[in-house]
């Protein structure tokens, strides 16, 4: 059985919580898993500042992590109604909290291709699939939609040998990606099996969730002030 969270939405801090796997999104009202949260804090300046690892001292609160949902937690005044004291909200906290998911994604990757299990360019990607044990390909977001066209039907085409789907990530730009891999113009990439790409692949899929929504997202939310459910 899941551990649920106390009804308040203030959590205690890290080393209180235990084993609580489930939190209530200050926004919404509603228990959710804490993968599907962000955690934010008051740092010693005042200012609220998201902890993605979910350590950073003292108590804090948890919103769904999608930007949407932070964009109208900024606009409810959730935050300051949620610490109980006055909070500086960064009017850019949204974007800044969109880059510290990229980065942290983009730093798995570099640890998987520092272990050898990153296979860049078209060519070597294409040939890769099928061959080996690939746990996502990734595309740039500014690739061309040739070279996209052509991996998706090398893609295709062994989804239905293998009657199962690899992932595709397309969450970020060459530059990104170049960075990440010490490589020049990494616009098509296979990340292999192991332990570093699991890693990876969950939270990129974080990057992406947070910038499109969970398919819940449109749900009707609850009325400021209603009772909460733990539905």
């Known amino acids: 059985m899941l551990a649920g969270a106390q009804d308040n939405e203030l959590d205690h801090g890290p080393r209180n919580g235990g084993s609580v796997v489930e939190r209530f999104c200050a926004l919404t009202r509603t228990l959710k898993p804490v993968d599907e949260m962000i955690r934010f804090v008051v740092a010693p300046d005042g200012a609220a500042v998201p902890d993605l690892k979910r350590k950073l ?31 500086r909200v960064a009017a850019d906290l949204a974007a800044v909290t969109e880059r510290l998911l990229e980065r942290s994604a983009l730093d798995a990757l570099a640890i998987a291709g520092k272990a ?32 996209k066209r052509k991996i998706s039907q090398v893609l295709r085409r062994q989804s239905e040998a293998e009657l199962s789907e690899i992932t595709v990530i397309g969450a970020f730009s060459t530059e990104q990606l170049d960075l990440a891999l010490g490589r020049l113009n990494v616009v098509h990439a296979a990340l292999l099996a192991g332990p570093a790409s699991g890693t990876f692949l969950a939270r990129a899929q974080r990057v992406e969730r947070y910038r499109s929504g969970f398919p819940d997202d449109a749900a009707p939310r609850t009325a400021p002030g209603a009772p909460r459910t733990n539905e």
Not at 57 to 85: H, Y
Not at 130 to 144: I, W, Y
């Open 57 to 87: 001292p003292g108590r804090g609160i948890w919103i769904t992590a999608t930007r949407a949902s932070l964009d109208e937690a900024i606009k409810r005044n959730v935050f300051t109604r949620g610490f109980k004291k006055d909070v």
């Open 116 to 147: 050898g299990i990153v296979v860049c360019g078209f060519s070597k990607v294409a040939a890769t699939i099928g061959r080996e044990p690939v746990a996502c390909v990734l595309q740039a977001s500014d690739a061309a939609e040739d070279g």
